[in-house]
């Protein structure tokens, strides 16, 4: 009788481990759930209100506007401070469609600039030329900036302030990936007069669905957002514009309570499971380097080689998850190639959007795990 040999299958590893999150923090989150269907406030409920308190207390704000999603928070912060048609705000070309998104839906033109090789956000080199550009060709007004803290990790932010104030622009940063990170001590929230940031489950916040906040130390400006949250009403009942429906559910806001009781633990281990990477691969690949005065959320830790896709199958093969952001920067795509000027104008964006490779990156992994991932990458080198 022939003997059938079984090949033991490797365990796999998920990009986020939401699961083992969930496990370790399952108690508080069903008891705060649970108190929120007991007192049935789930739309701008006592949760809601507690967590804006929190997430200012957090980030050393002022006020903390919790809104329905990211993205939203992109718009409305963006019609708190009157832009629209005729405007041009610059956006960098490698991150999300939901930074050029939220300002071409209030019918502003987002104007591309290309990336720093190194922190892969946004040149202010490259920001300087292109707003020197609108100028010159006329036609839209310059009125604002928003840099992309991509992959957790804060833009270059005295330096696109400076190019702002010398230039009358509003700067918005989108922190979709980055709260929790840090700048010369100053956390996000506090980098930019406007900050939004995305609650989306994978993002190092996350929630059990789409969640997003606009932070600011500028009263007018949280009142505003306010307002537009709620279709444009004050409190007096009138509606003083048109707003959107754009509010944090009870539920969402008691889940991110309860994942902001440990969340600056989580840090820490994201912070560690960067180290162990660097450790192993930083003499073969390219990966991530921070200056000293930087402290990233490592929403994502990517590593960065021309043979992308031989890498990722080889995870693949060896059962482990990995993601390409982004496989095209937004100046490539369909829906912005409008608004931009075609191939070969933003070459570091484009050479990136061929290198880049995410590894597993949440708050629980272990330093088993980061060598198992390492060695498959190693391996295939």
Request: glycine share 8%.
């Amino acid at each position: 009788m022939a003997v059938t040999a079984h090949h033991q299958v490797p365990t796999p590893v998920p990009l986020v481990d939401l699961q083992k999150q969930q496990a370790a923090l399952d108690d508080r989150i069903r008891s705060r759930m649970e108190a929120v269907m007991a007192r049935g406030d789930f739309i701008l409920g006592a949760p809601v209100t507690e967590l804006e308190a929190k997430l200012a207390d957090f980030a050393g704000t002022k006020a903390a506007i919790t809104v329905a999603n990211g993205t939203d928070a992109l718009q409305i912060a963006l019609m708190a401070m009157g832009t629209g048609p005729g405007a041009a705000v610059f956006v960098p070309a490698f991150t999300f469609a939901a930074t050029a998104g939220a300002v071409a839906m209030t019918g502003a033109t987002p104007v591309f600039v290309d990336i720093d090789d190194v922190t892969l956000t946004m040149d202010p080199k490259h920001l300087e030329v292109q707003i020197a550009k609108v100028k010159k060709v006329g036609g839209l007004k310059p009125q604002g900036i928003i840099p992309v803290d991509l992959f957790g990790r804060p833009a270059d932010y005295p330096a696109i302030l400076g190019l702002a104030q010398a230039e009358n622009l509003m700067v918005l940063a989108d922190a979709a990936q980055s709260f929790g990170a840090a700048r010369n001590e100053g956390r996000v929230g506090r980098l930019a007069p406007a900050t939004t940031v995305s609650f989306y489950p994978s993002k190092p916040l996350g929630c059990f669905g789409d969640g997003g906040a606009i932070l600011t130390q500028e009263p007018a400006l949280a009142e505003a957002c306010r307002h537009l949250r709620g279709h444009g009403f004050d409190p007096a009942g009138e509606a003083r514009q048109v707003g959107l429906n754009s509010r944090l559910d009870s539920l969402q806001a008691a889940v991110l309570l309860a994942k902001l009781e440990v969340f600056e633990e989580e840090l820490r281990t994201r912070r560690q499971a960067a180290a162990w990477y660097d450790q192993r691969l930083s003499a073969r690949l390219r990966t991530p380097l921070l200056e000293s005065k930087d402290r990233s959320a490592w929403a994502v830790y990517a590593v960065r080689s021309p043979r992308r896709d031989v890498l990722q199958q080889a995870l693949q093969d060896a059962g482990i998850a990995s993601a390409v952001y982004y496989r095209k920067p937004l100046h490539l795509h369909a829906a912005y190639a409008g608004f931009g000027e075609g191939a070969g104008s933003l070459p570091v964006s484009e050479r990136v959007a061929e290198e880049v490779l995410a590894l597993p990156m949440h708050g629980y992994l272990d330093e088993i795990t980061v060598e198992r991932v390492c060695d498959a990458l190693l391996q295939a080198l």
